[in-house]
């Protein structure tokens, strides 16, 4: 039976894009080992990530930024909502974007970053991982490319400088009689291009499969949870699917434990404009309108109260 993928950046992309195609258009997920993100940064980015959100909350809201739409710096729990969810997510996250020289083009599209003083090394160990799942997420695009019949990079002008956005993300301890299969972050579906997850063997993460069932997704430890977004799937006019999904707490004593996890939503450079790839579009078959990367974010983030 089909399954989603588990592939291997080690191994030549001409023998794995196959089955990454595969997967990325039956699930809209695939499991990747060996994806050359050094175990010792995930290692330390973890604990300064869990040394962050044990701050004191007032600590904390001071990386607040108002009116930033929780592009840069701390989002307190229960703000951010999925589209047309009726509650907001029970979470805070942190957010870290790329660094852009003075002048640069694409200056007006991304804020600075903002570091917080009181975790040492925090802002050394986040740009490194930063640019480890830049590149990640690059070798993963090659991959789609061979699928789809394109030169193998493709993506790679399209991505270069774009508005990709490093999360991190705690989900506080649940003690309530509730607590065990409760909603952490409600049913959505990504707006970026690819989205690359650290921390998904801690039990929770489900996507909604073709046949309406949730479907848990179990990487080994160490592994990278990679799943398509919107905008991807406008670029292919659906061939490569933004799947649906959510975080449930556990069952059992882990549905009293706090959650931590890294997503990295790689983004398309702001300018560059999503137009759907005509070997993509059947004879007689309806597609998106073009719209430009930086357009259809603002138009996503209104929608899920971010902006």
Not at 114 to 132: C, I, K, N, Q, S
Not at 241 to 265: D, I, L
């Amino acid at each position: 039976m089909d399954t989603i993928a588990t592939v291997s950046l080690a191994r030549p992309l001409e023998e794995v894009s196959a089955e990454l195609g595969r997967s990325f258009a039956e699930y809209g997920f695939a499991v990747i080992r060996d994806h050359g993100i050094p175990a010792d940064l995930i290692a330390r980015a973890e604990a300064l990530s869990r040394q962050f959100f044990a701050l004191p909350d007032d600590a904390k809201r001071t990386y607040h930024i108002a009116g930033g739409g929780g592009a840069r710096g701390y989002t307190p729990f229960g703000t951010e909502k999925a589209k047309d969810a009726e509650v907001h997510d029970l979470k805070e996250f942190w957010h870290i974007g790329r660094s852009l020289p003075a002048g640069h083009p694409l200056g007006e599209y991304m804020p600075a970053n903002v570091w917080p003083d009181e975790v040492a090394g925090f802002r050394e160990t986040f740009e490194a991982l930063y640019a480890a799942f830049d590149a990640a997420g690059g070798r993963v695009l090659e991959g789609v490319a061979l699928h789809l019949g394109l030169p193998q990079t493709f993506f790679a002008p399209t991505v270069a400088d774009g508005n990709s956005v490093m999360r991190l993300l705690h989900y506080p301890p649940l003690t309530g009689a509730d607590a065990e299969g409760a909603i952490r972050a409600a049913a959505h579906g990504d707006i970026n291009t690819i989205t690359l997850l650290l921390g998904a063997e801690e039990a929770g993460l489900e996507l909604l499969t073709r046949q309406g069932e949730w479907l848990a997704i179990d990487p080994p430890e160490g592994a990278l949870v990679v799943n398509i977004g919107d905008m991807l799937d406008r670029l292919t006019n659906g061939r490569l699917r933004s799947t649906t999904h959510r975080v449930v707490n556990p069952r059992g004593e882990a549905a009293r434990r706090a959650r931590y996890s890294m997503p990295f939503f790689l983004h398309f450079r702001p300018d560059y404009t999503i137009e759907t790839l005509p070997s993509c579009i059947a004879k007689g078959e309806s597609h998106p309108a073009p719209i430009s990367s930086h357009d259809f974010l603002m138009q996503r983030l209104r929608e899920i109260n971010l902006t």
